[in-house]
């Protein structure tokens, strides 16, 4: 009896020095079916091949040299276990990647330059605001730096400038608008009480956060719910035992949380079609709209009093040389720490983000007590310690979430 194998099958050859398990031989081996992960991205999805064998019955982690990571091409496929990549396994039988020593070393630089960043951004904007009490014309200069920067960053070539359309600028125009109303709420907060107050009670963004979802439909598990309670308690705590306290201030601050949950919100809905627009891409055409937005505003509310308020900041200062330096490091150092976390996104995940994020409230208060020589009373910072530990419970219990979840961006 003649038979024909249609299907011969393709050698394979093992790299790994420890023996495979007869167990994940599967009939199916012969199978064109390429199995890969969809690992989640914060601007997309990205499909990134898997270095391990899958657990899947069916299937392997097949790794090939095609440049994108798959190959459809039916070539003889080669199974190989990464060797640069230390793995270990855990109790029931998952192949779990551990973190490279350079991959920490990249994370920490990622980590070092976001916080630098953000803290020298927090001292000289409150020094600025010290000498010249008007946030408006300062939060719109801030935005014409980041403007310049992201201008020249594609004029140069440095950074791709994406294909824009009307549809796009369009699509852009509510997130704009609610990021111009987060960044000059914030700006206000910050010339009317201490820094440290500001950013714990802009610690509070995961509360916003979830009731506005909720109104919009979305459900969080009972944790979440549960993880905001002390963030709330410890914000209500530090509100009404800080030294600094200031009703214009501690608005200004509920009100930029308000802004920028609204404008991550906003985004998720009104930005679906955009996903080829990168991060950084994305903010820069942000920080332009929120220019245009803001400026003719801050004419309106406060430029008949520049003039004067400058004279006096020079004799505050000494020489103008000195206020234009503090004014040029706010406004750069703006952009730079906002690009950073952006692109800190796309090398971490979400979840890591936000612990990073919480962490660098942390540092930044740290930071600007010390410089500013604030008084902090032990019930003050205790509230406040409070209410941090309560946004890195939320992030723990978010990450749980079984919904699809894009990321949220908080500054």
Same mark, same amino acid.
């Given at each position: ?120 951004? $927090? @001292? %000289?904007? !409150?020094?600025? =605001?010290?000498? +010249?009490?008007?946030?408006?014309? *300062? ?124 404008? $991550? @919100? %906003?985004? !998720?809905?009104? =930005?679906?079609? +955009?996903?080829?627009?990168?991060? *950084? ?87 600007t007590v010390l410089v500013f020589r604030n008084p902090v009373r032990p019930l003050n910072a205790l509230g406040s310690a409070i209410a941090i530990f309560g946004t890195f419970l939320y992030s723990q219990a978010t990450s749980k979430k079984k919904t699809p979840k894009v990321e949220e961006k908080s500054e």
């Amino acid at each position: 009896m003649l038979s024909m194998n249609l299907l011969p099958p393709s050698p394979i050859t093992f790299f790994k020095k420890n023996p495979l398990h007869a167990s994940l031989l599967d009939s199916k081996i012969g199978s064109r079916t390429h199995f890969f992960r969809v690992q989640d991205n914060p601007f997309g999805s990205l499909a990134k091949p898997i270095s391990q064998i899958s657990k899947s019955r069916s299937n392997f982690g097949l790794i090939s040299k095609s440049p994108f990571g798959f190959s459809c091409k039916s070539e003889p496929r080669v199974l190989k276990a990464a060797p640069d990549v230390p793995s270990e396994s855990s109790p029931d039988g998952d192949v779990i990647e551990v973190a490279k020593p350079n991959q920490k070393f990249k994370l920490a630089l990622v980590f070092g330059f976001w916080y630098f960043q953000n803290i020298v951004f $927090n @001292i %000289y904007n !409150k020094k600025v =605001l010290n000498v +010249f009490p008007f946030p408006w014309l *300062l939060a719109s200069f801030q935005l014409f730096c980041g403007s310049v920067f992201m201008l020249i960053l594609w004029g140069t070539k440095i950074q791709a400038c994406p294909k824009i359309s009307k549809s796009f600028i369009v699509a852009l125009l509510g997130p704009a608008l609610f990021h111009t109303i987060g960044h000059i709420s914030a700006c206000v907060s910050f010339s009317k009480v201490a820094v440290s107050f500001t950013h714990v009670i802009k610690s509070a963004e995961p509360v916003f956060t979830v009731l506005f979802s909720a109104i919009l439909g979305d459900t969080y598990p009972l944790p979440v719910w549960l993880s905001i309670l002390p963030i709330v308690f410890g914000c209500s705590l530090a509100a009404v035992t800080e030294v600094s306290f200031n009703l214009g201030g501690l608005w200004g601050a509920m009100i930029s949380n308000v802004g920028f949950v609204l404008r $991550n @919100i %906003y985004s !998720k809905r009104s =930005l679906q079609d +955009f996903k080829e627009v990168d991060g *950084l891409n994305l903010y820069g055409w942000i920080t332009i709209l929120s220019m245009c937005y803001l400026f003719p505003v801050a004419i309106f509310v406060e430029g008949s009093q520049w003039i004067g308020g400058y004279h006096k900041a020079i004799e505050a200062v000494g020489t103008p040389s000195t206020l234009y330096l503090w004014v040029m490091i706010s406004g750069l150092f703006y952009h730079l720490y906002n690009q950073s976390s952006y692109q800190a996104l796309d090398d971490i995940s979400p979840l890591t983000f936000s612990v990073g994020n919480t962490m660098k409230r942390v540092v930044v208060i740290i930071a600007t007590v010390l410089v500013f020589r604030n008084p902090v009373r032990p019930l003050n910072a205790l509230g406040s310690a409070i209410a941090i530990f309560g946004t890195f419970l939320y992030s723990q219990a978010t990450s749980k979430k079984k919904t699809p979840k894009v990321e949220e961006k908080s500054e």
